[in-house]
């Protein structure tokens, strides 16, 4: 009798599915890289876009966010100084608004341009040979441009006024480029739904006005706690709560007090980016259709 071989398996065996999606978020990061210079390029009209017509021009890509991080920190220091107490940091209650509000603001703007990403590129998009997955991350790119110059006026804003600047700032890099690949995943879902939802925009407008008030940026969660008992860990089933306390824990507090919230940030981001590619993968098929 002959007796059949067993064909061996090394590593764990993944379905052909999975094989598919995995190829398939490999294949968007060849294309990026690609046709980075495309994806930078358009990402640089997209902020022309903004200002056109406008005396400066883009000018105002750097003295936007300039001028609305010296109206808040007028506004937090001088017409509405806080109360409200953040113990534990190394900075001040200035600090601490403003590290959870600057990347809050930048996720809210991608999220919001997200929505129309695609609809508003419909000539493009009817392009057969148009790399489509480029339009999301372009609009993420020019929304992240704000943030960075934010990020640099706050850090002046510590070392002349907090006179420290915590050596977990040193983090903030890292903390971008994830923070980069949650709003990429976001934006590829709204980006996609909303080529076939047009009404998305203002859903996610209110949900971007109210959120400031659900994640842990106008208040700490010692004061929450106190003013509403059990709220403070309702937080943690806020994803964004985590993007702030990360970034609070680089610029206010100067070490991890929330190290569940990193690791979390870690394994999320480039997971909302595979699920969020995976979505828009299978619904990008129809756009020539509904647009």
């Known amino acids: 009798m ?48 903004r200002y056109a017509g406008q005396a400066l021009g883009t000018l105002w890509a750097v003295a936007h966010p300039i001028l609305l991080m010296g109206l808040y920190l007028f506004l937090f220091t001088f017409v509405f100084p806080s109360r409200v107490p953040f113990g534990g940091g190394q ?15 930048t996720v809210a703007d991608a999220m919001s341009r997200g929505t129309g990403a695609i609809v508003n590129e419909a000539g493009l998009v009817k392009q057969v040979v148009f790399p489509v997955e480029i339009l999301p991350i372009k609009s993420v790119l020019a929304s992240g441009l704000p943030q960075g110059i934010a990020t640099f006026v706050l850090l002046l804003y ?13 983090m903030l890099p890292l903390l971008f480029l994830l923070q980069l690949m949650v709003m990429a995943g976001l934006v590829y879902v709204l980006s996609s739904v ?16 109210a959120g400031v008030f659900v994640a842990p940026i106008l208040y700490s969660e010692e004061s929450i706690e106190r003013t509403v008992p059990g709220f403070a860990s309702l937080l943690s089933l806020n994803p964004f709560s985590h993007l702030v306390w990360c970034y609070q824990d680089a610029l206010y ?18 997971a909302v980016l595979f699920l969020g590619y995976r979505v828009f993968r299978k619904l990008k098929l129809m756009f020539g259709e509904v647009l």
């Open 2 to 49: 002959t007796q059949t071989s067993m064909p061996l398996s090394i590593g764990p065996a993944r379905s052909p599915t999975v094989r598919r999606e995995l190829r398939g978020t490999g294949g968007l990061v060849e294309t990026l890289f690609d046709r980075r210079r495309l994806v930078w390029q358009m990402a640089k009209r997209e902020v022309r876009d």
């Open 91 to 105: 900075g001040s209650a200035v600090t601490y608004i403003l590290a959870g509000l600057i990347p809050w603001l």
């Open 194 to 209: 909303g080529a076939y939802v047009r009404d998305l925009r203002e859903i996610v407008q209110v949900f971007v006005s």
């Open 253 to 270: 507090y100067g070490r991890f007090v929330h190290p569940v919230s990193w690791l979390l940030l870690l394994l999320l981001s480039p």
């Open 158 to 170: 510590m070392a002349a006024v907090d006179r420290h600047v915590p050596l977990l700032a040193a």
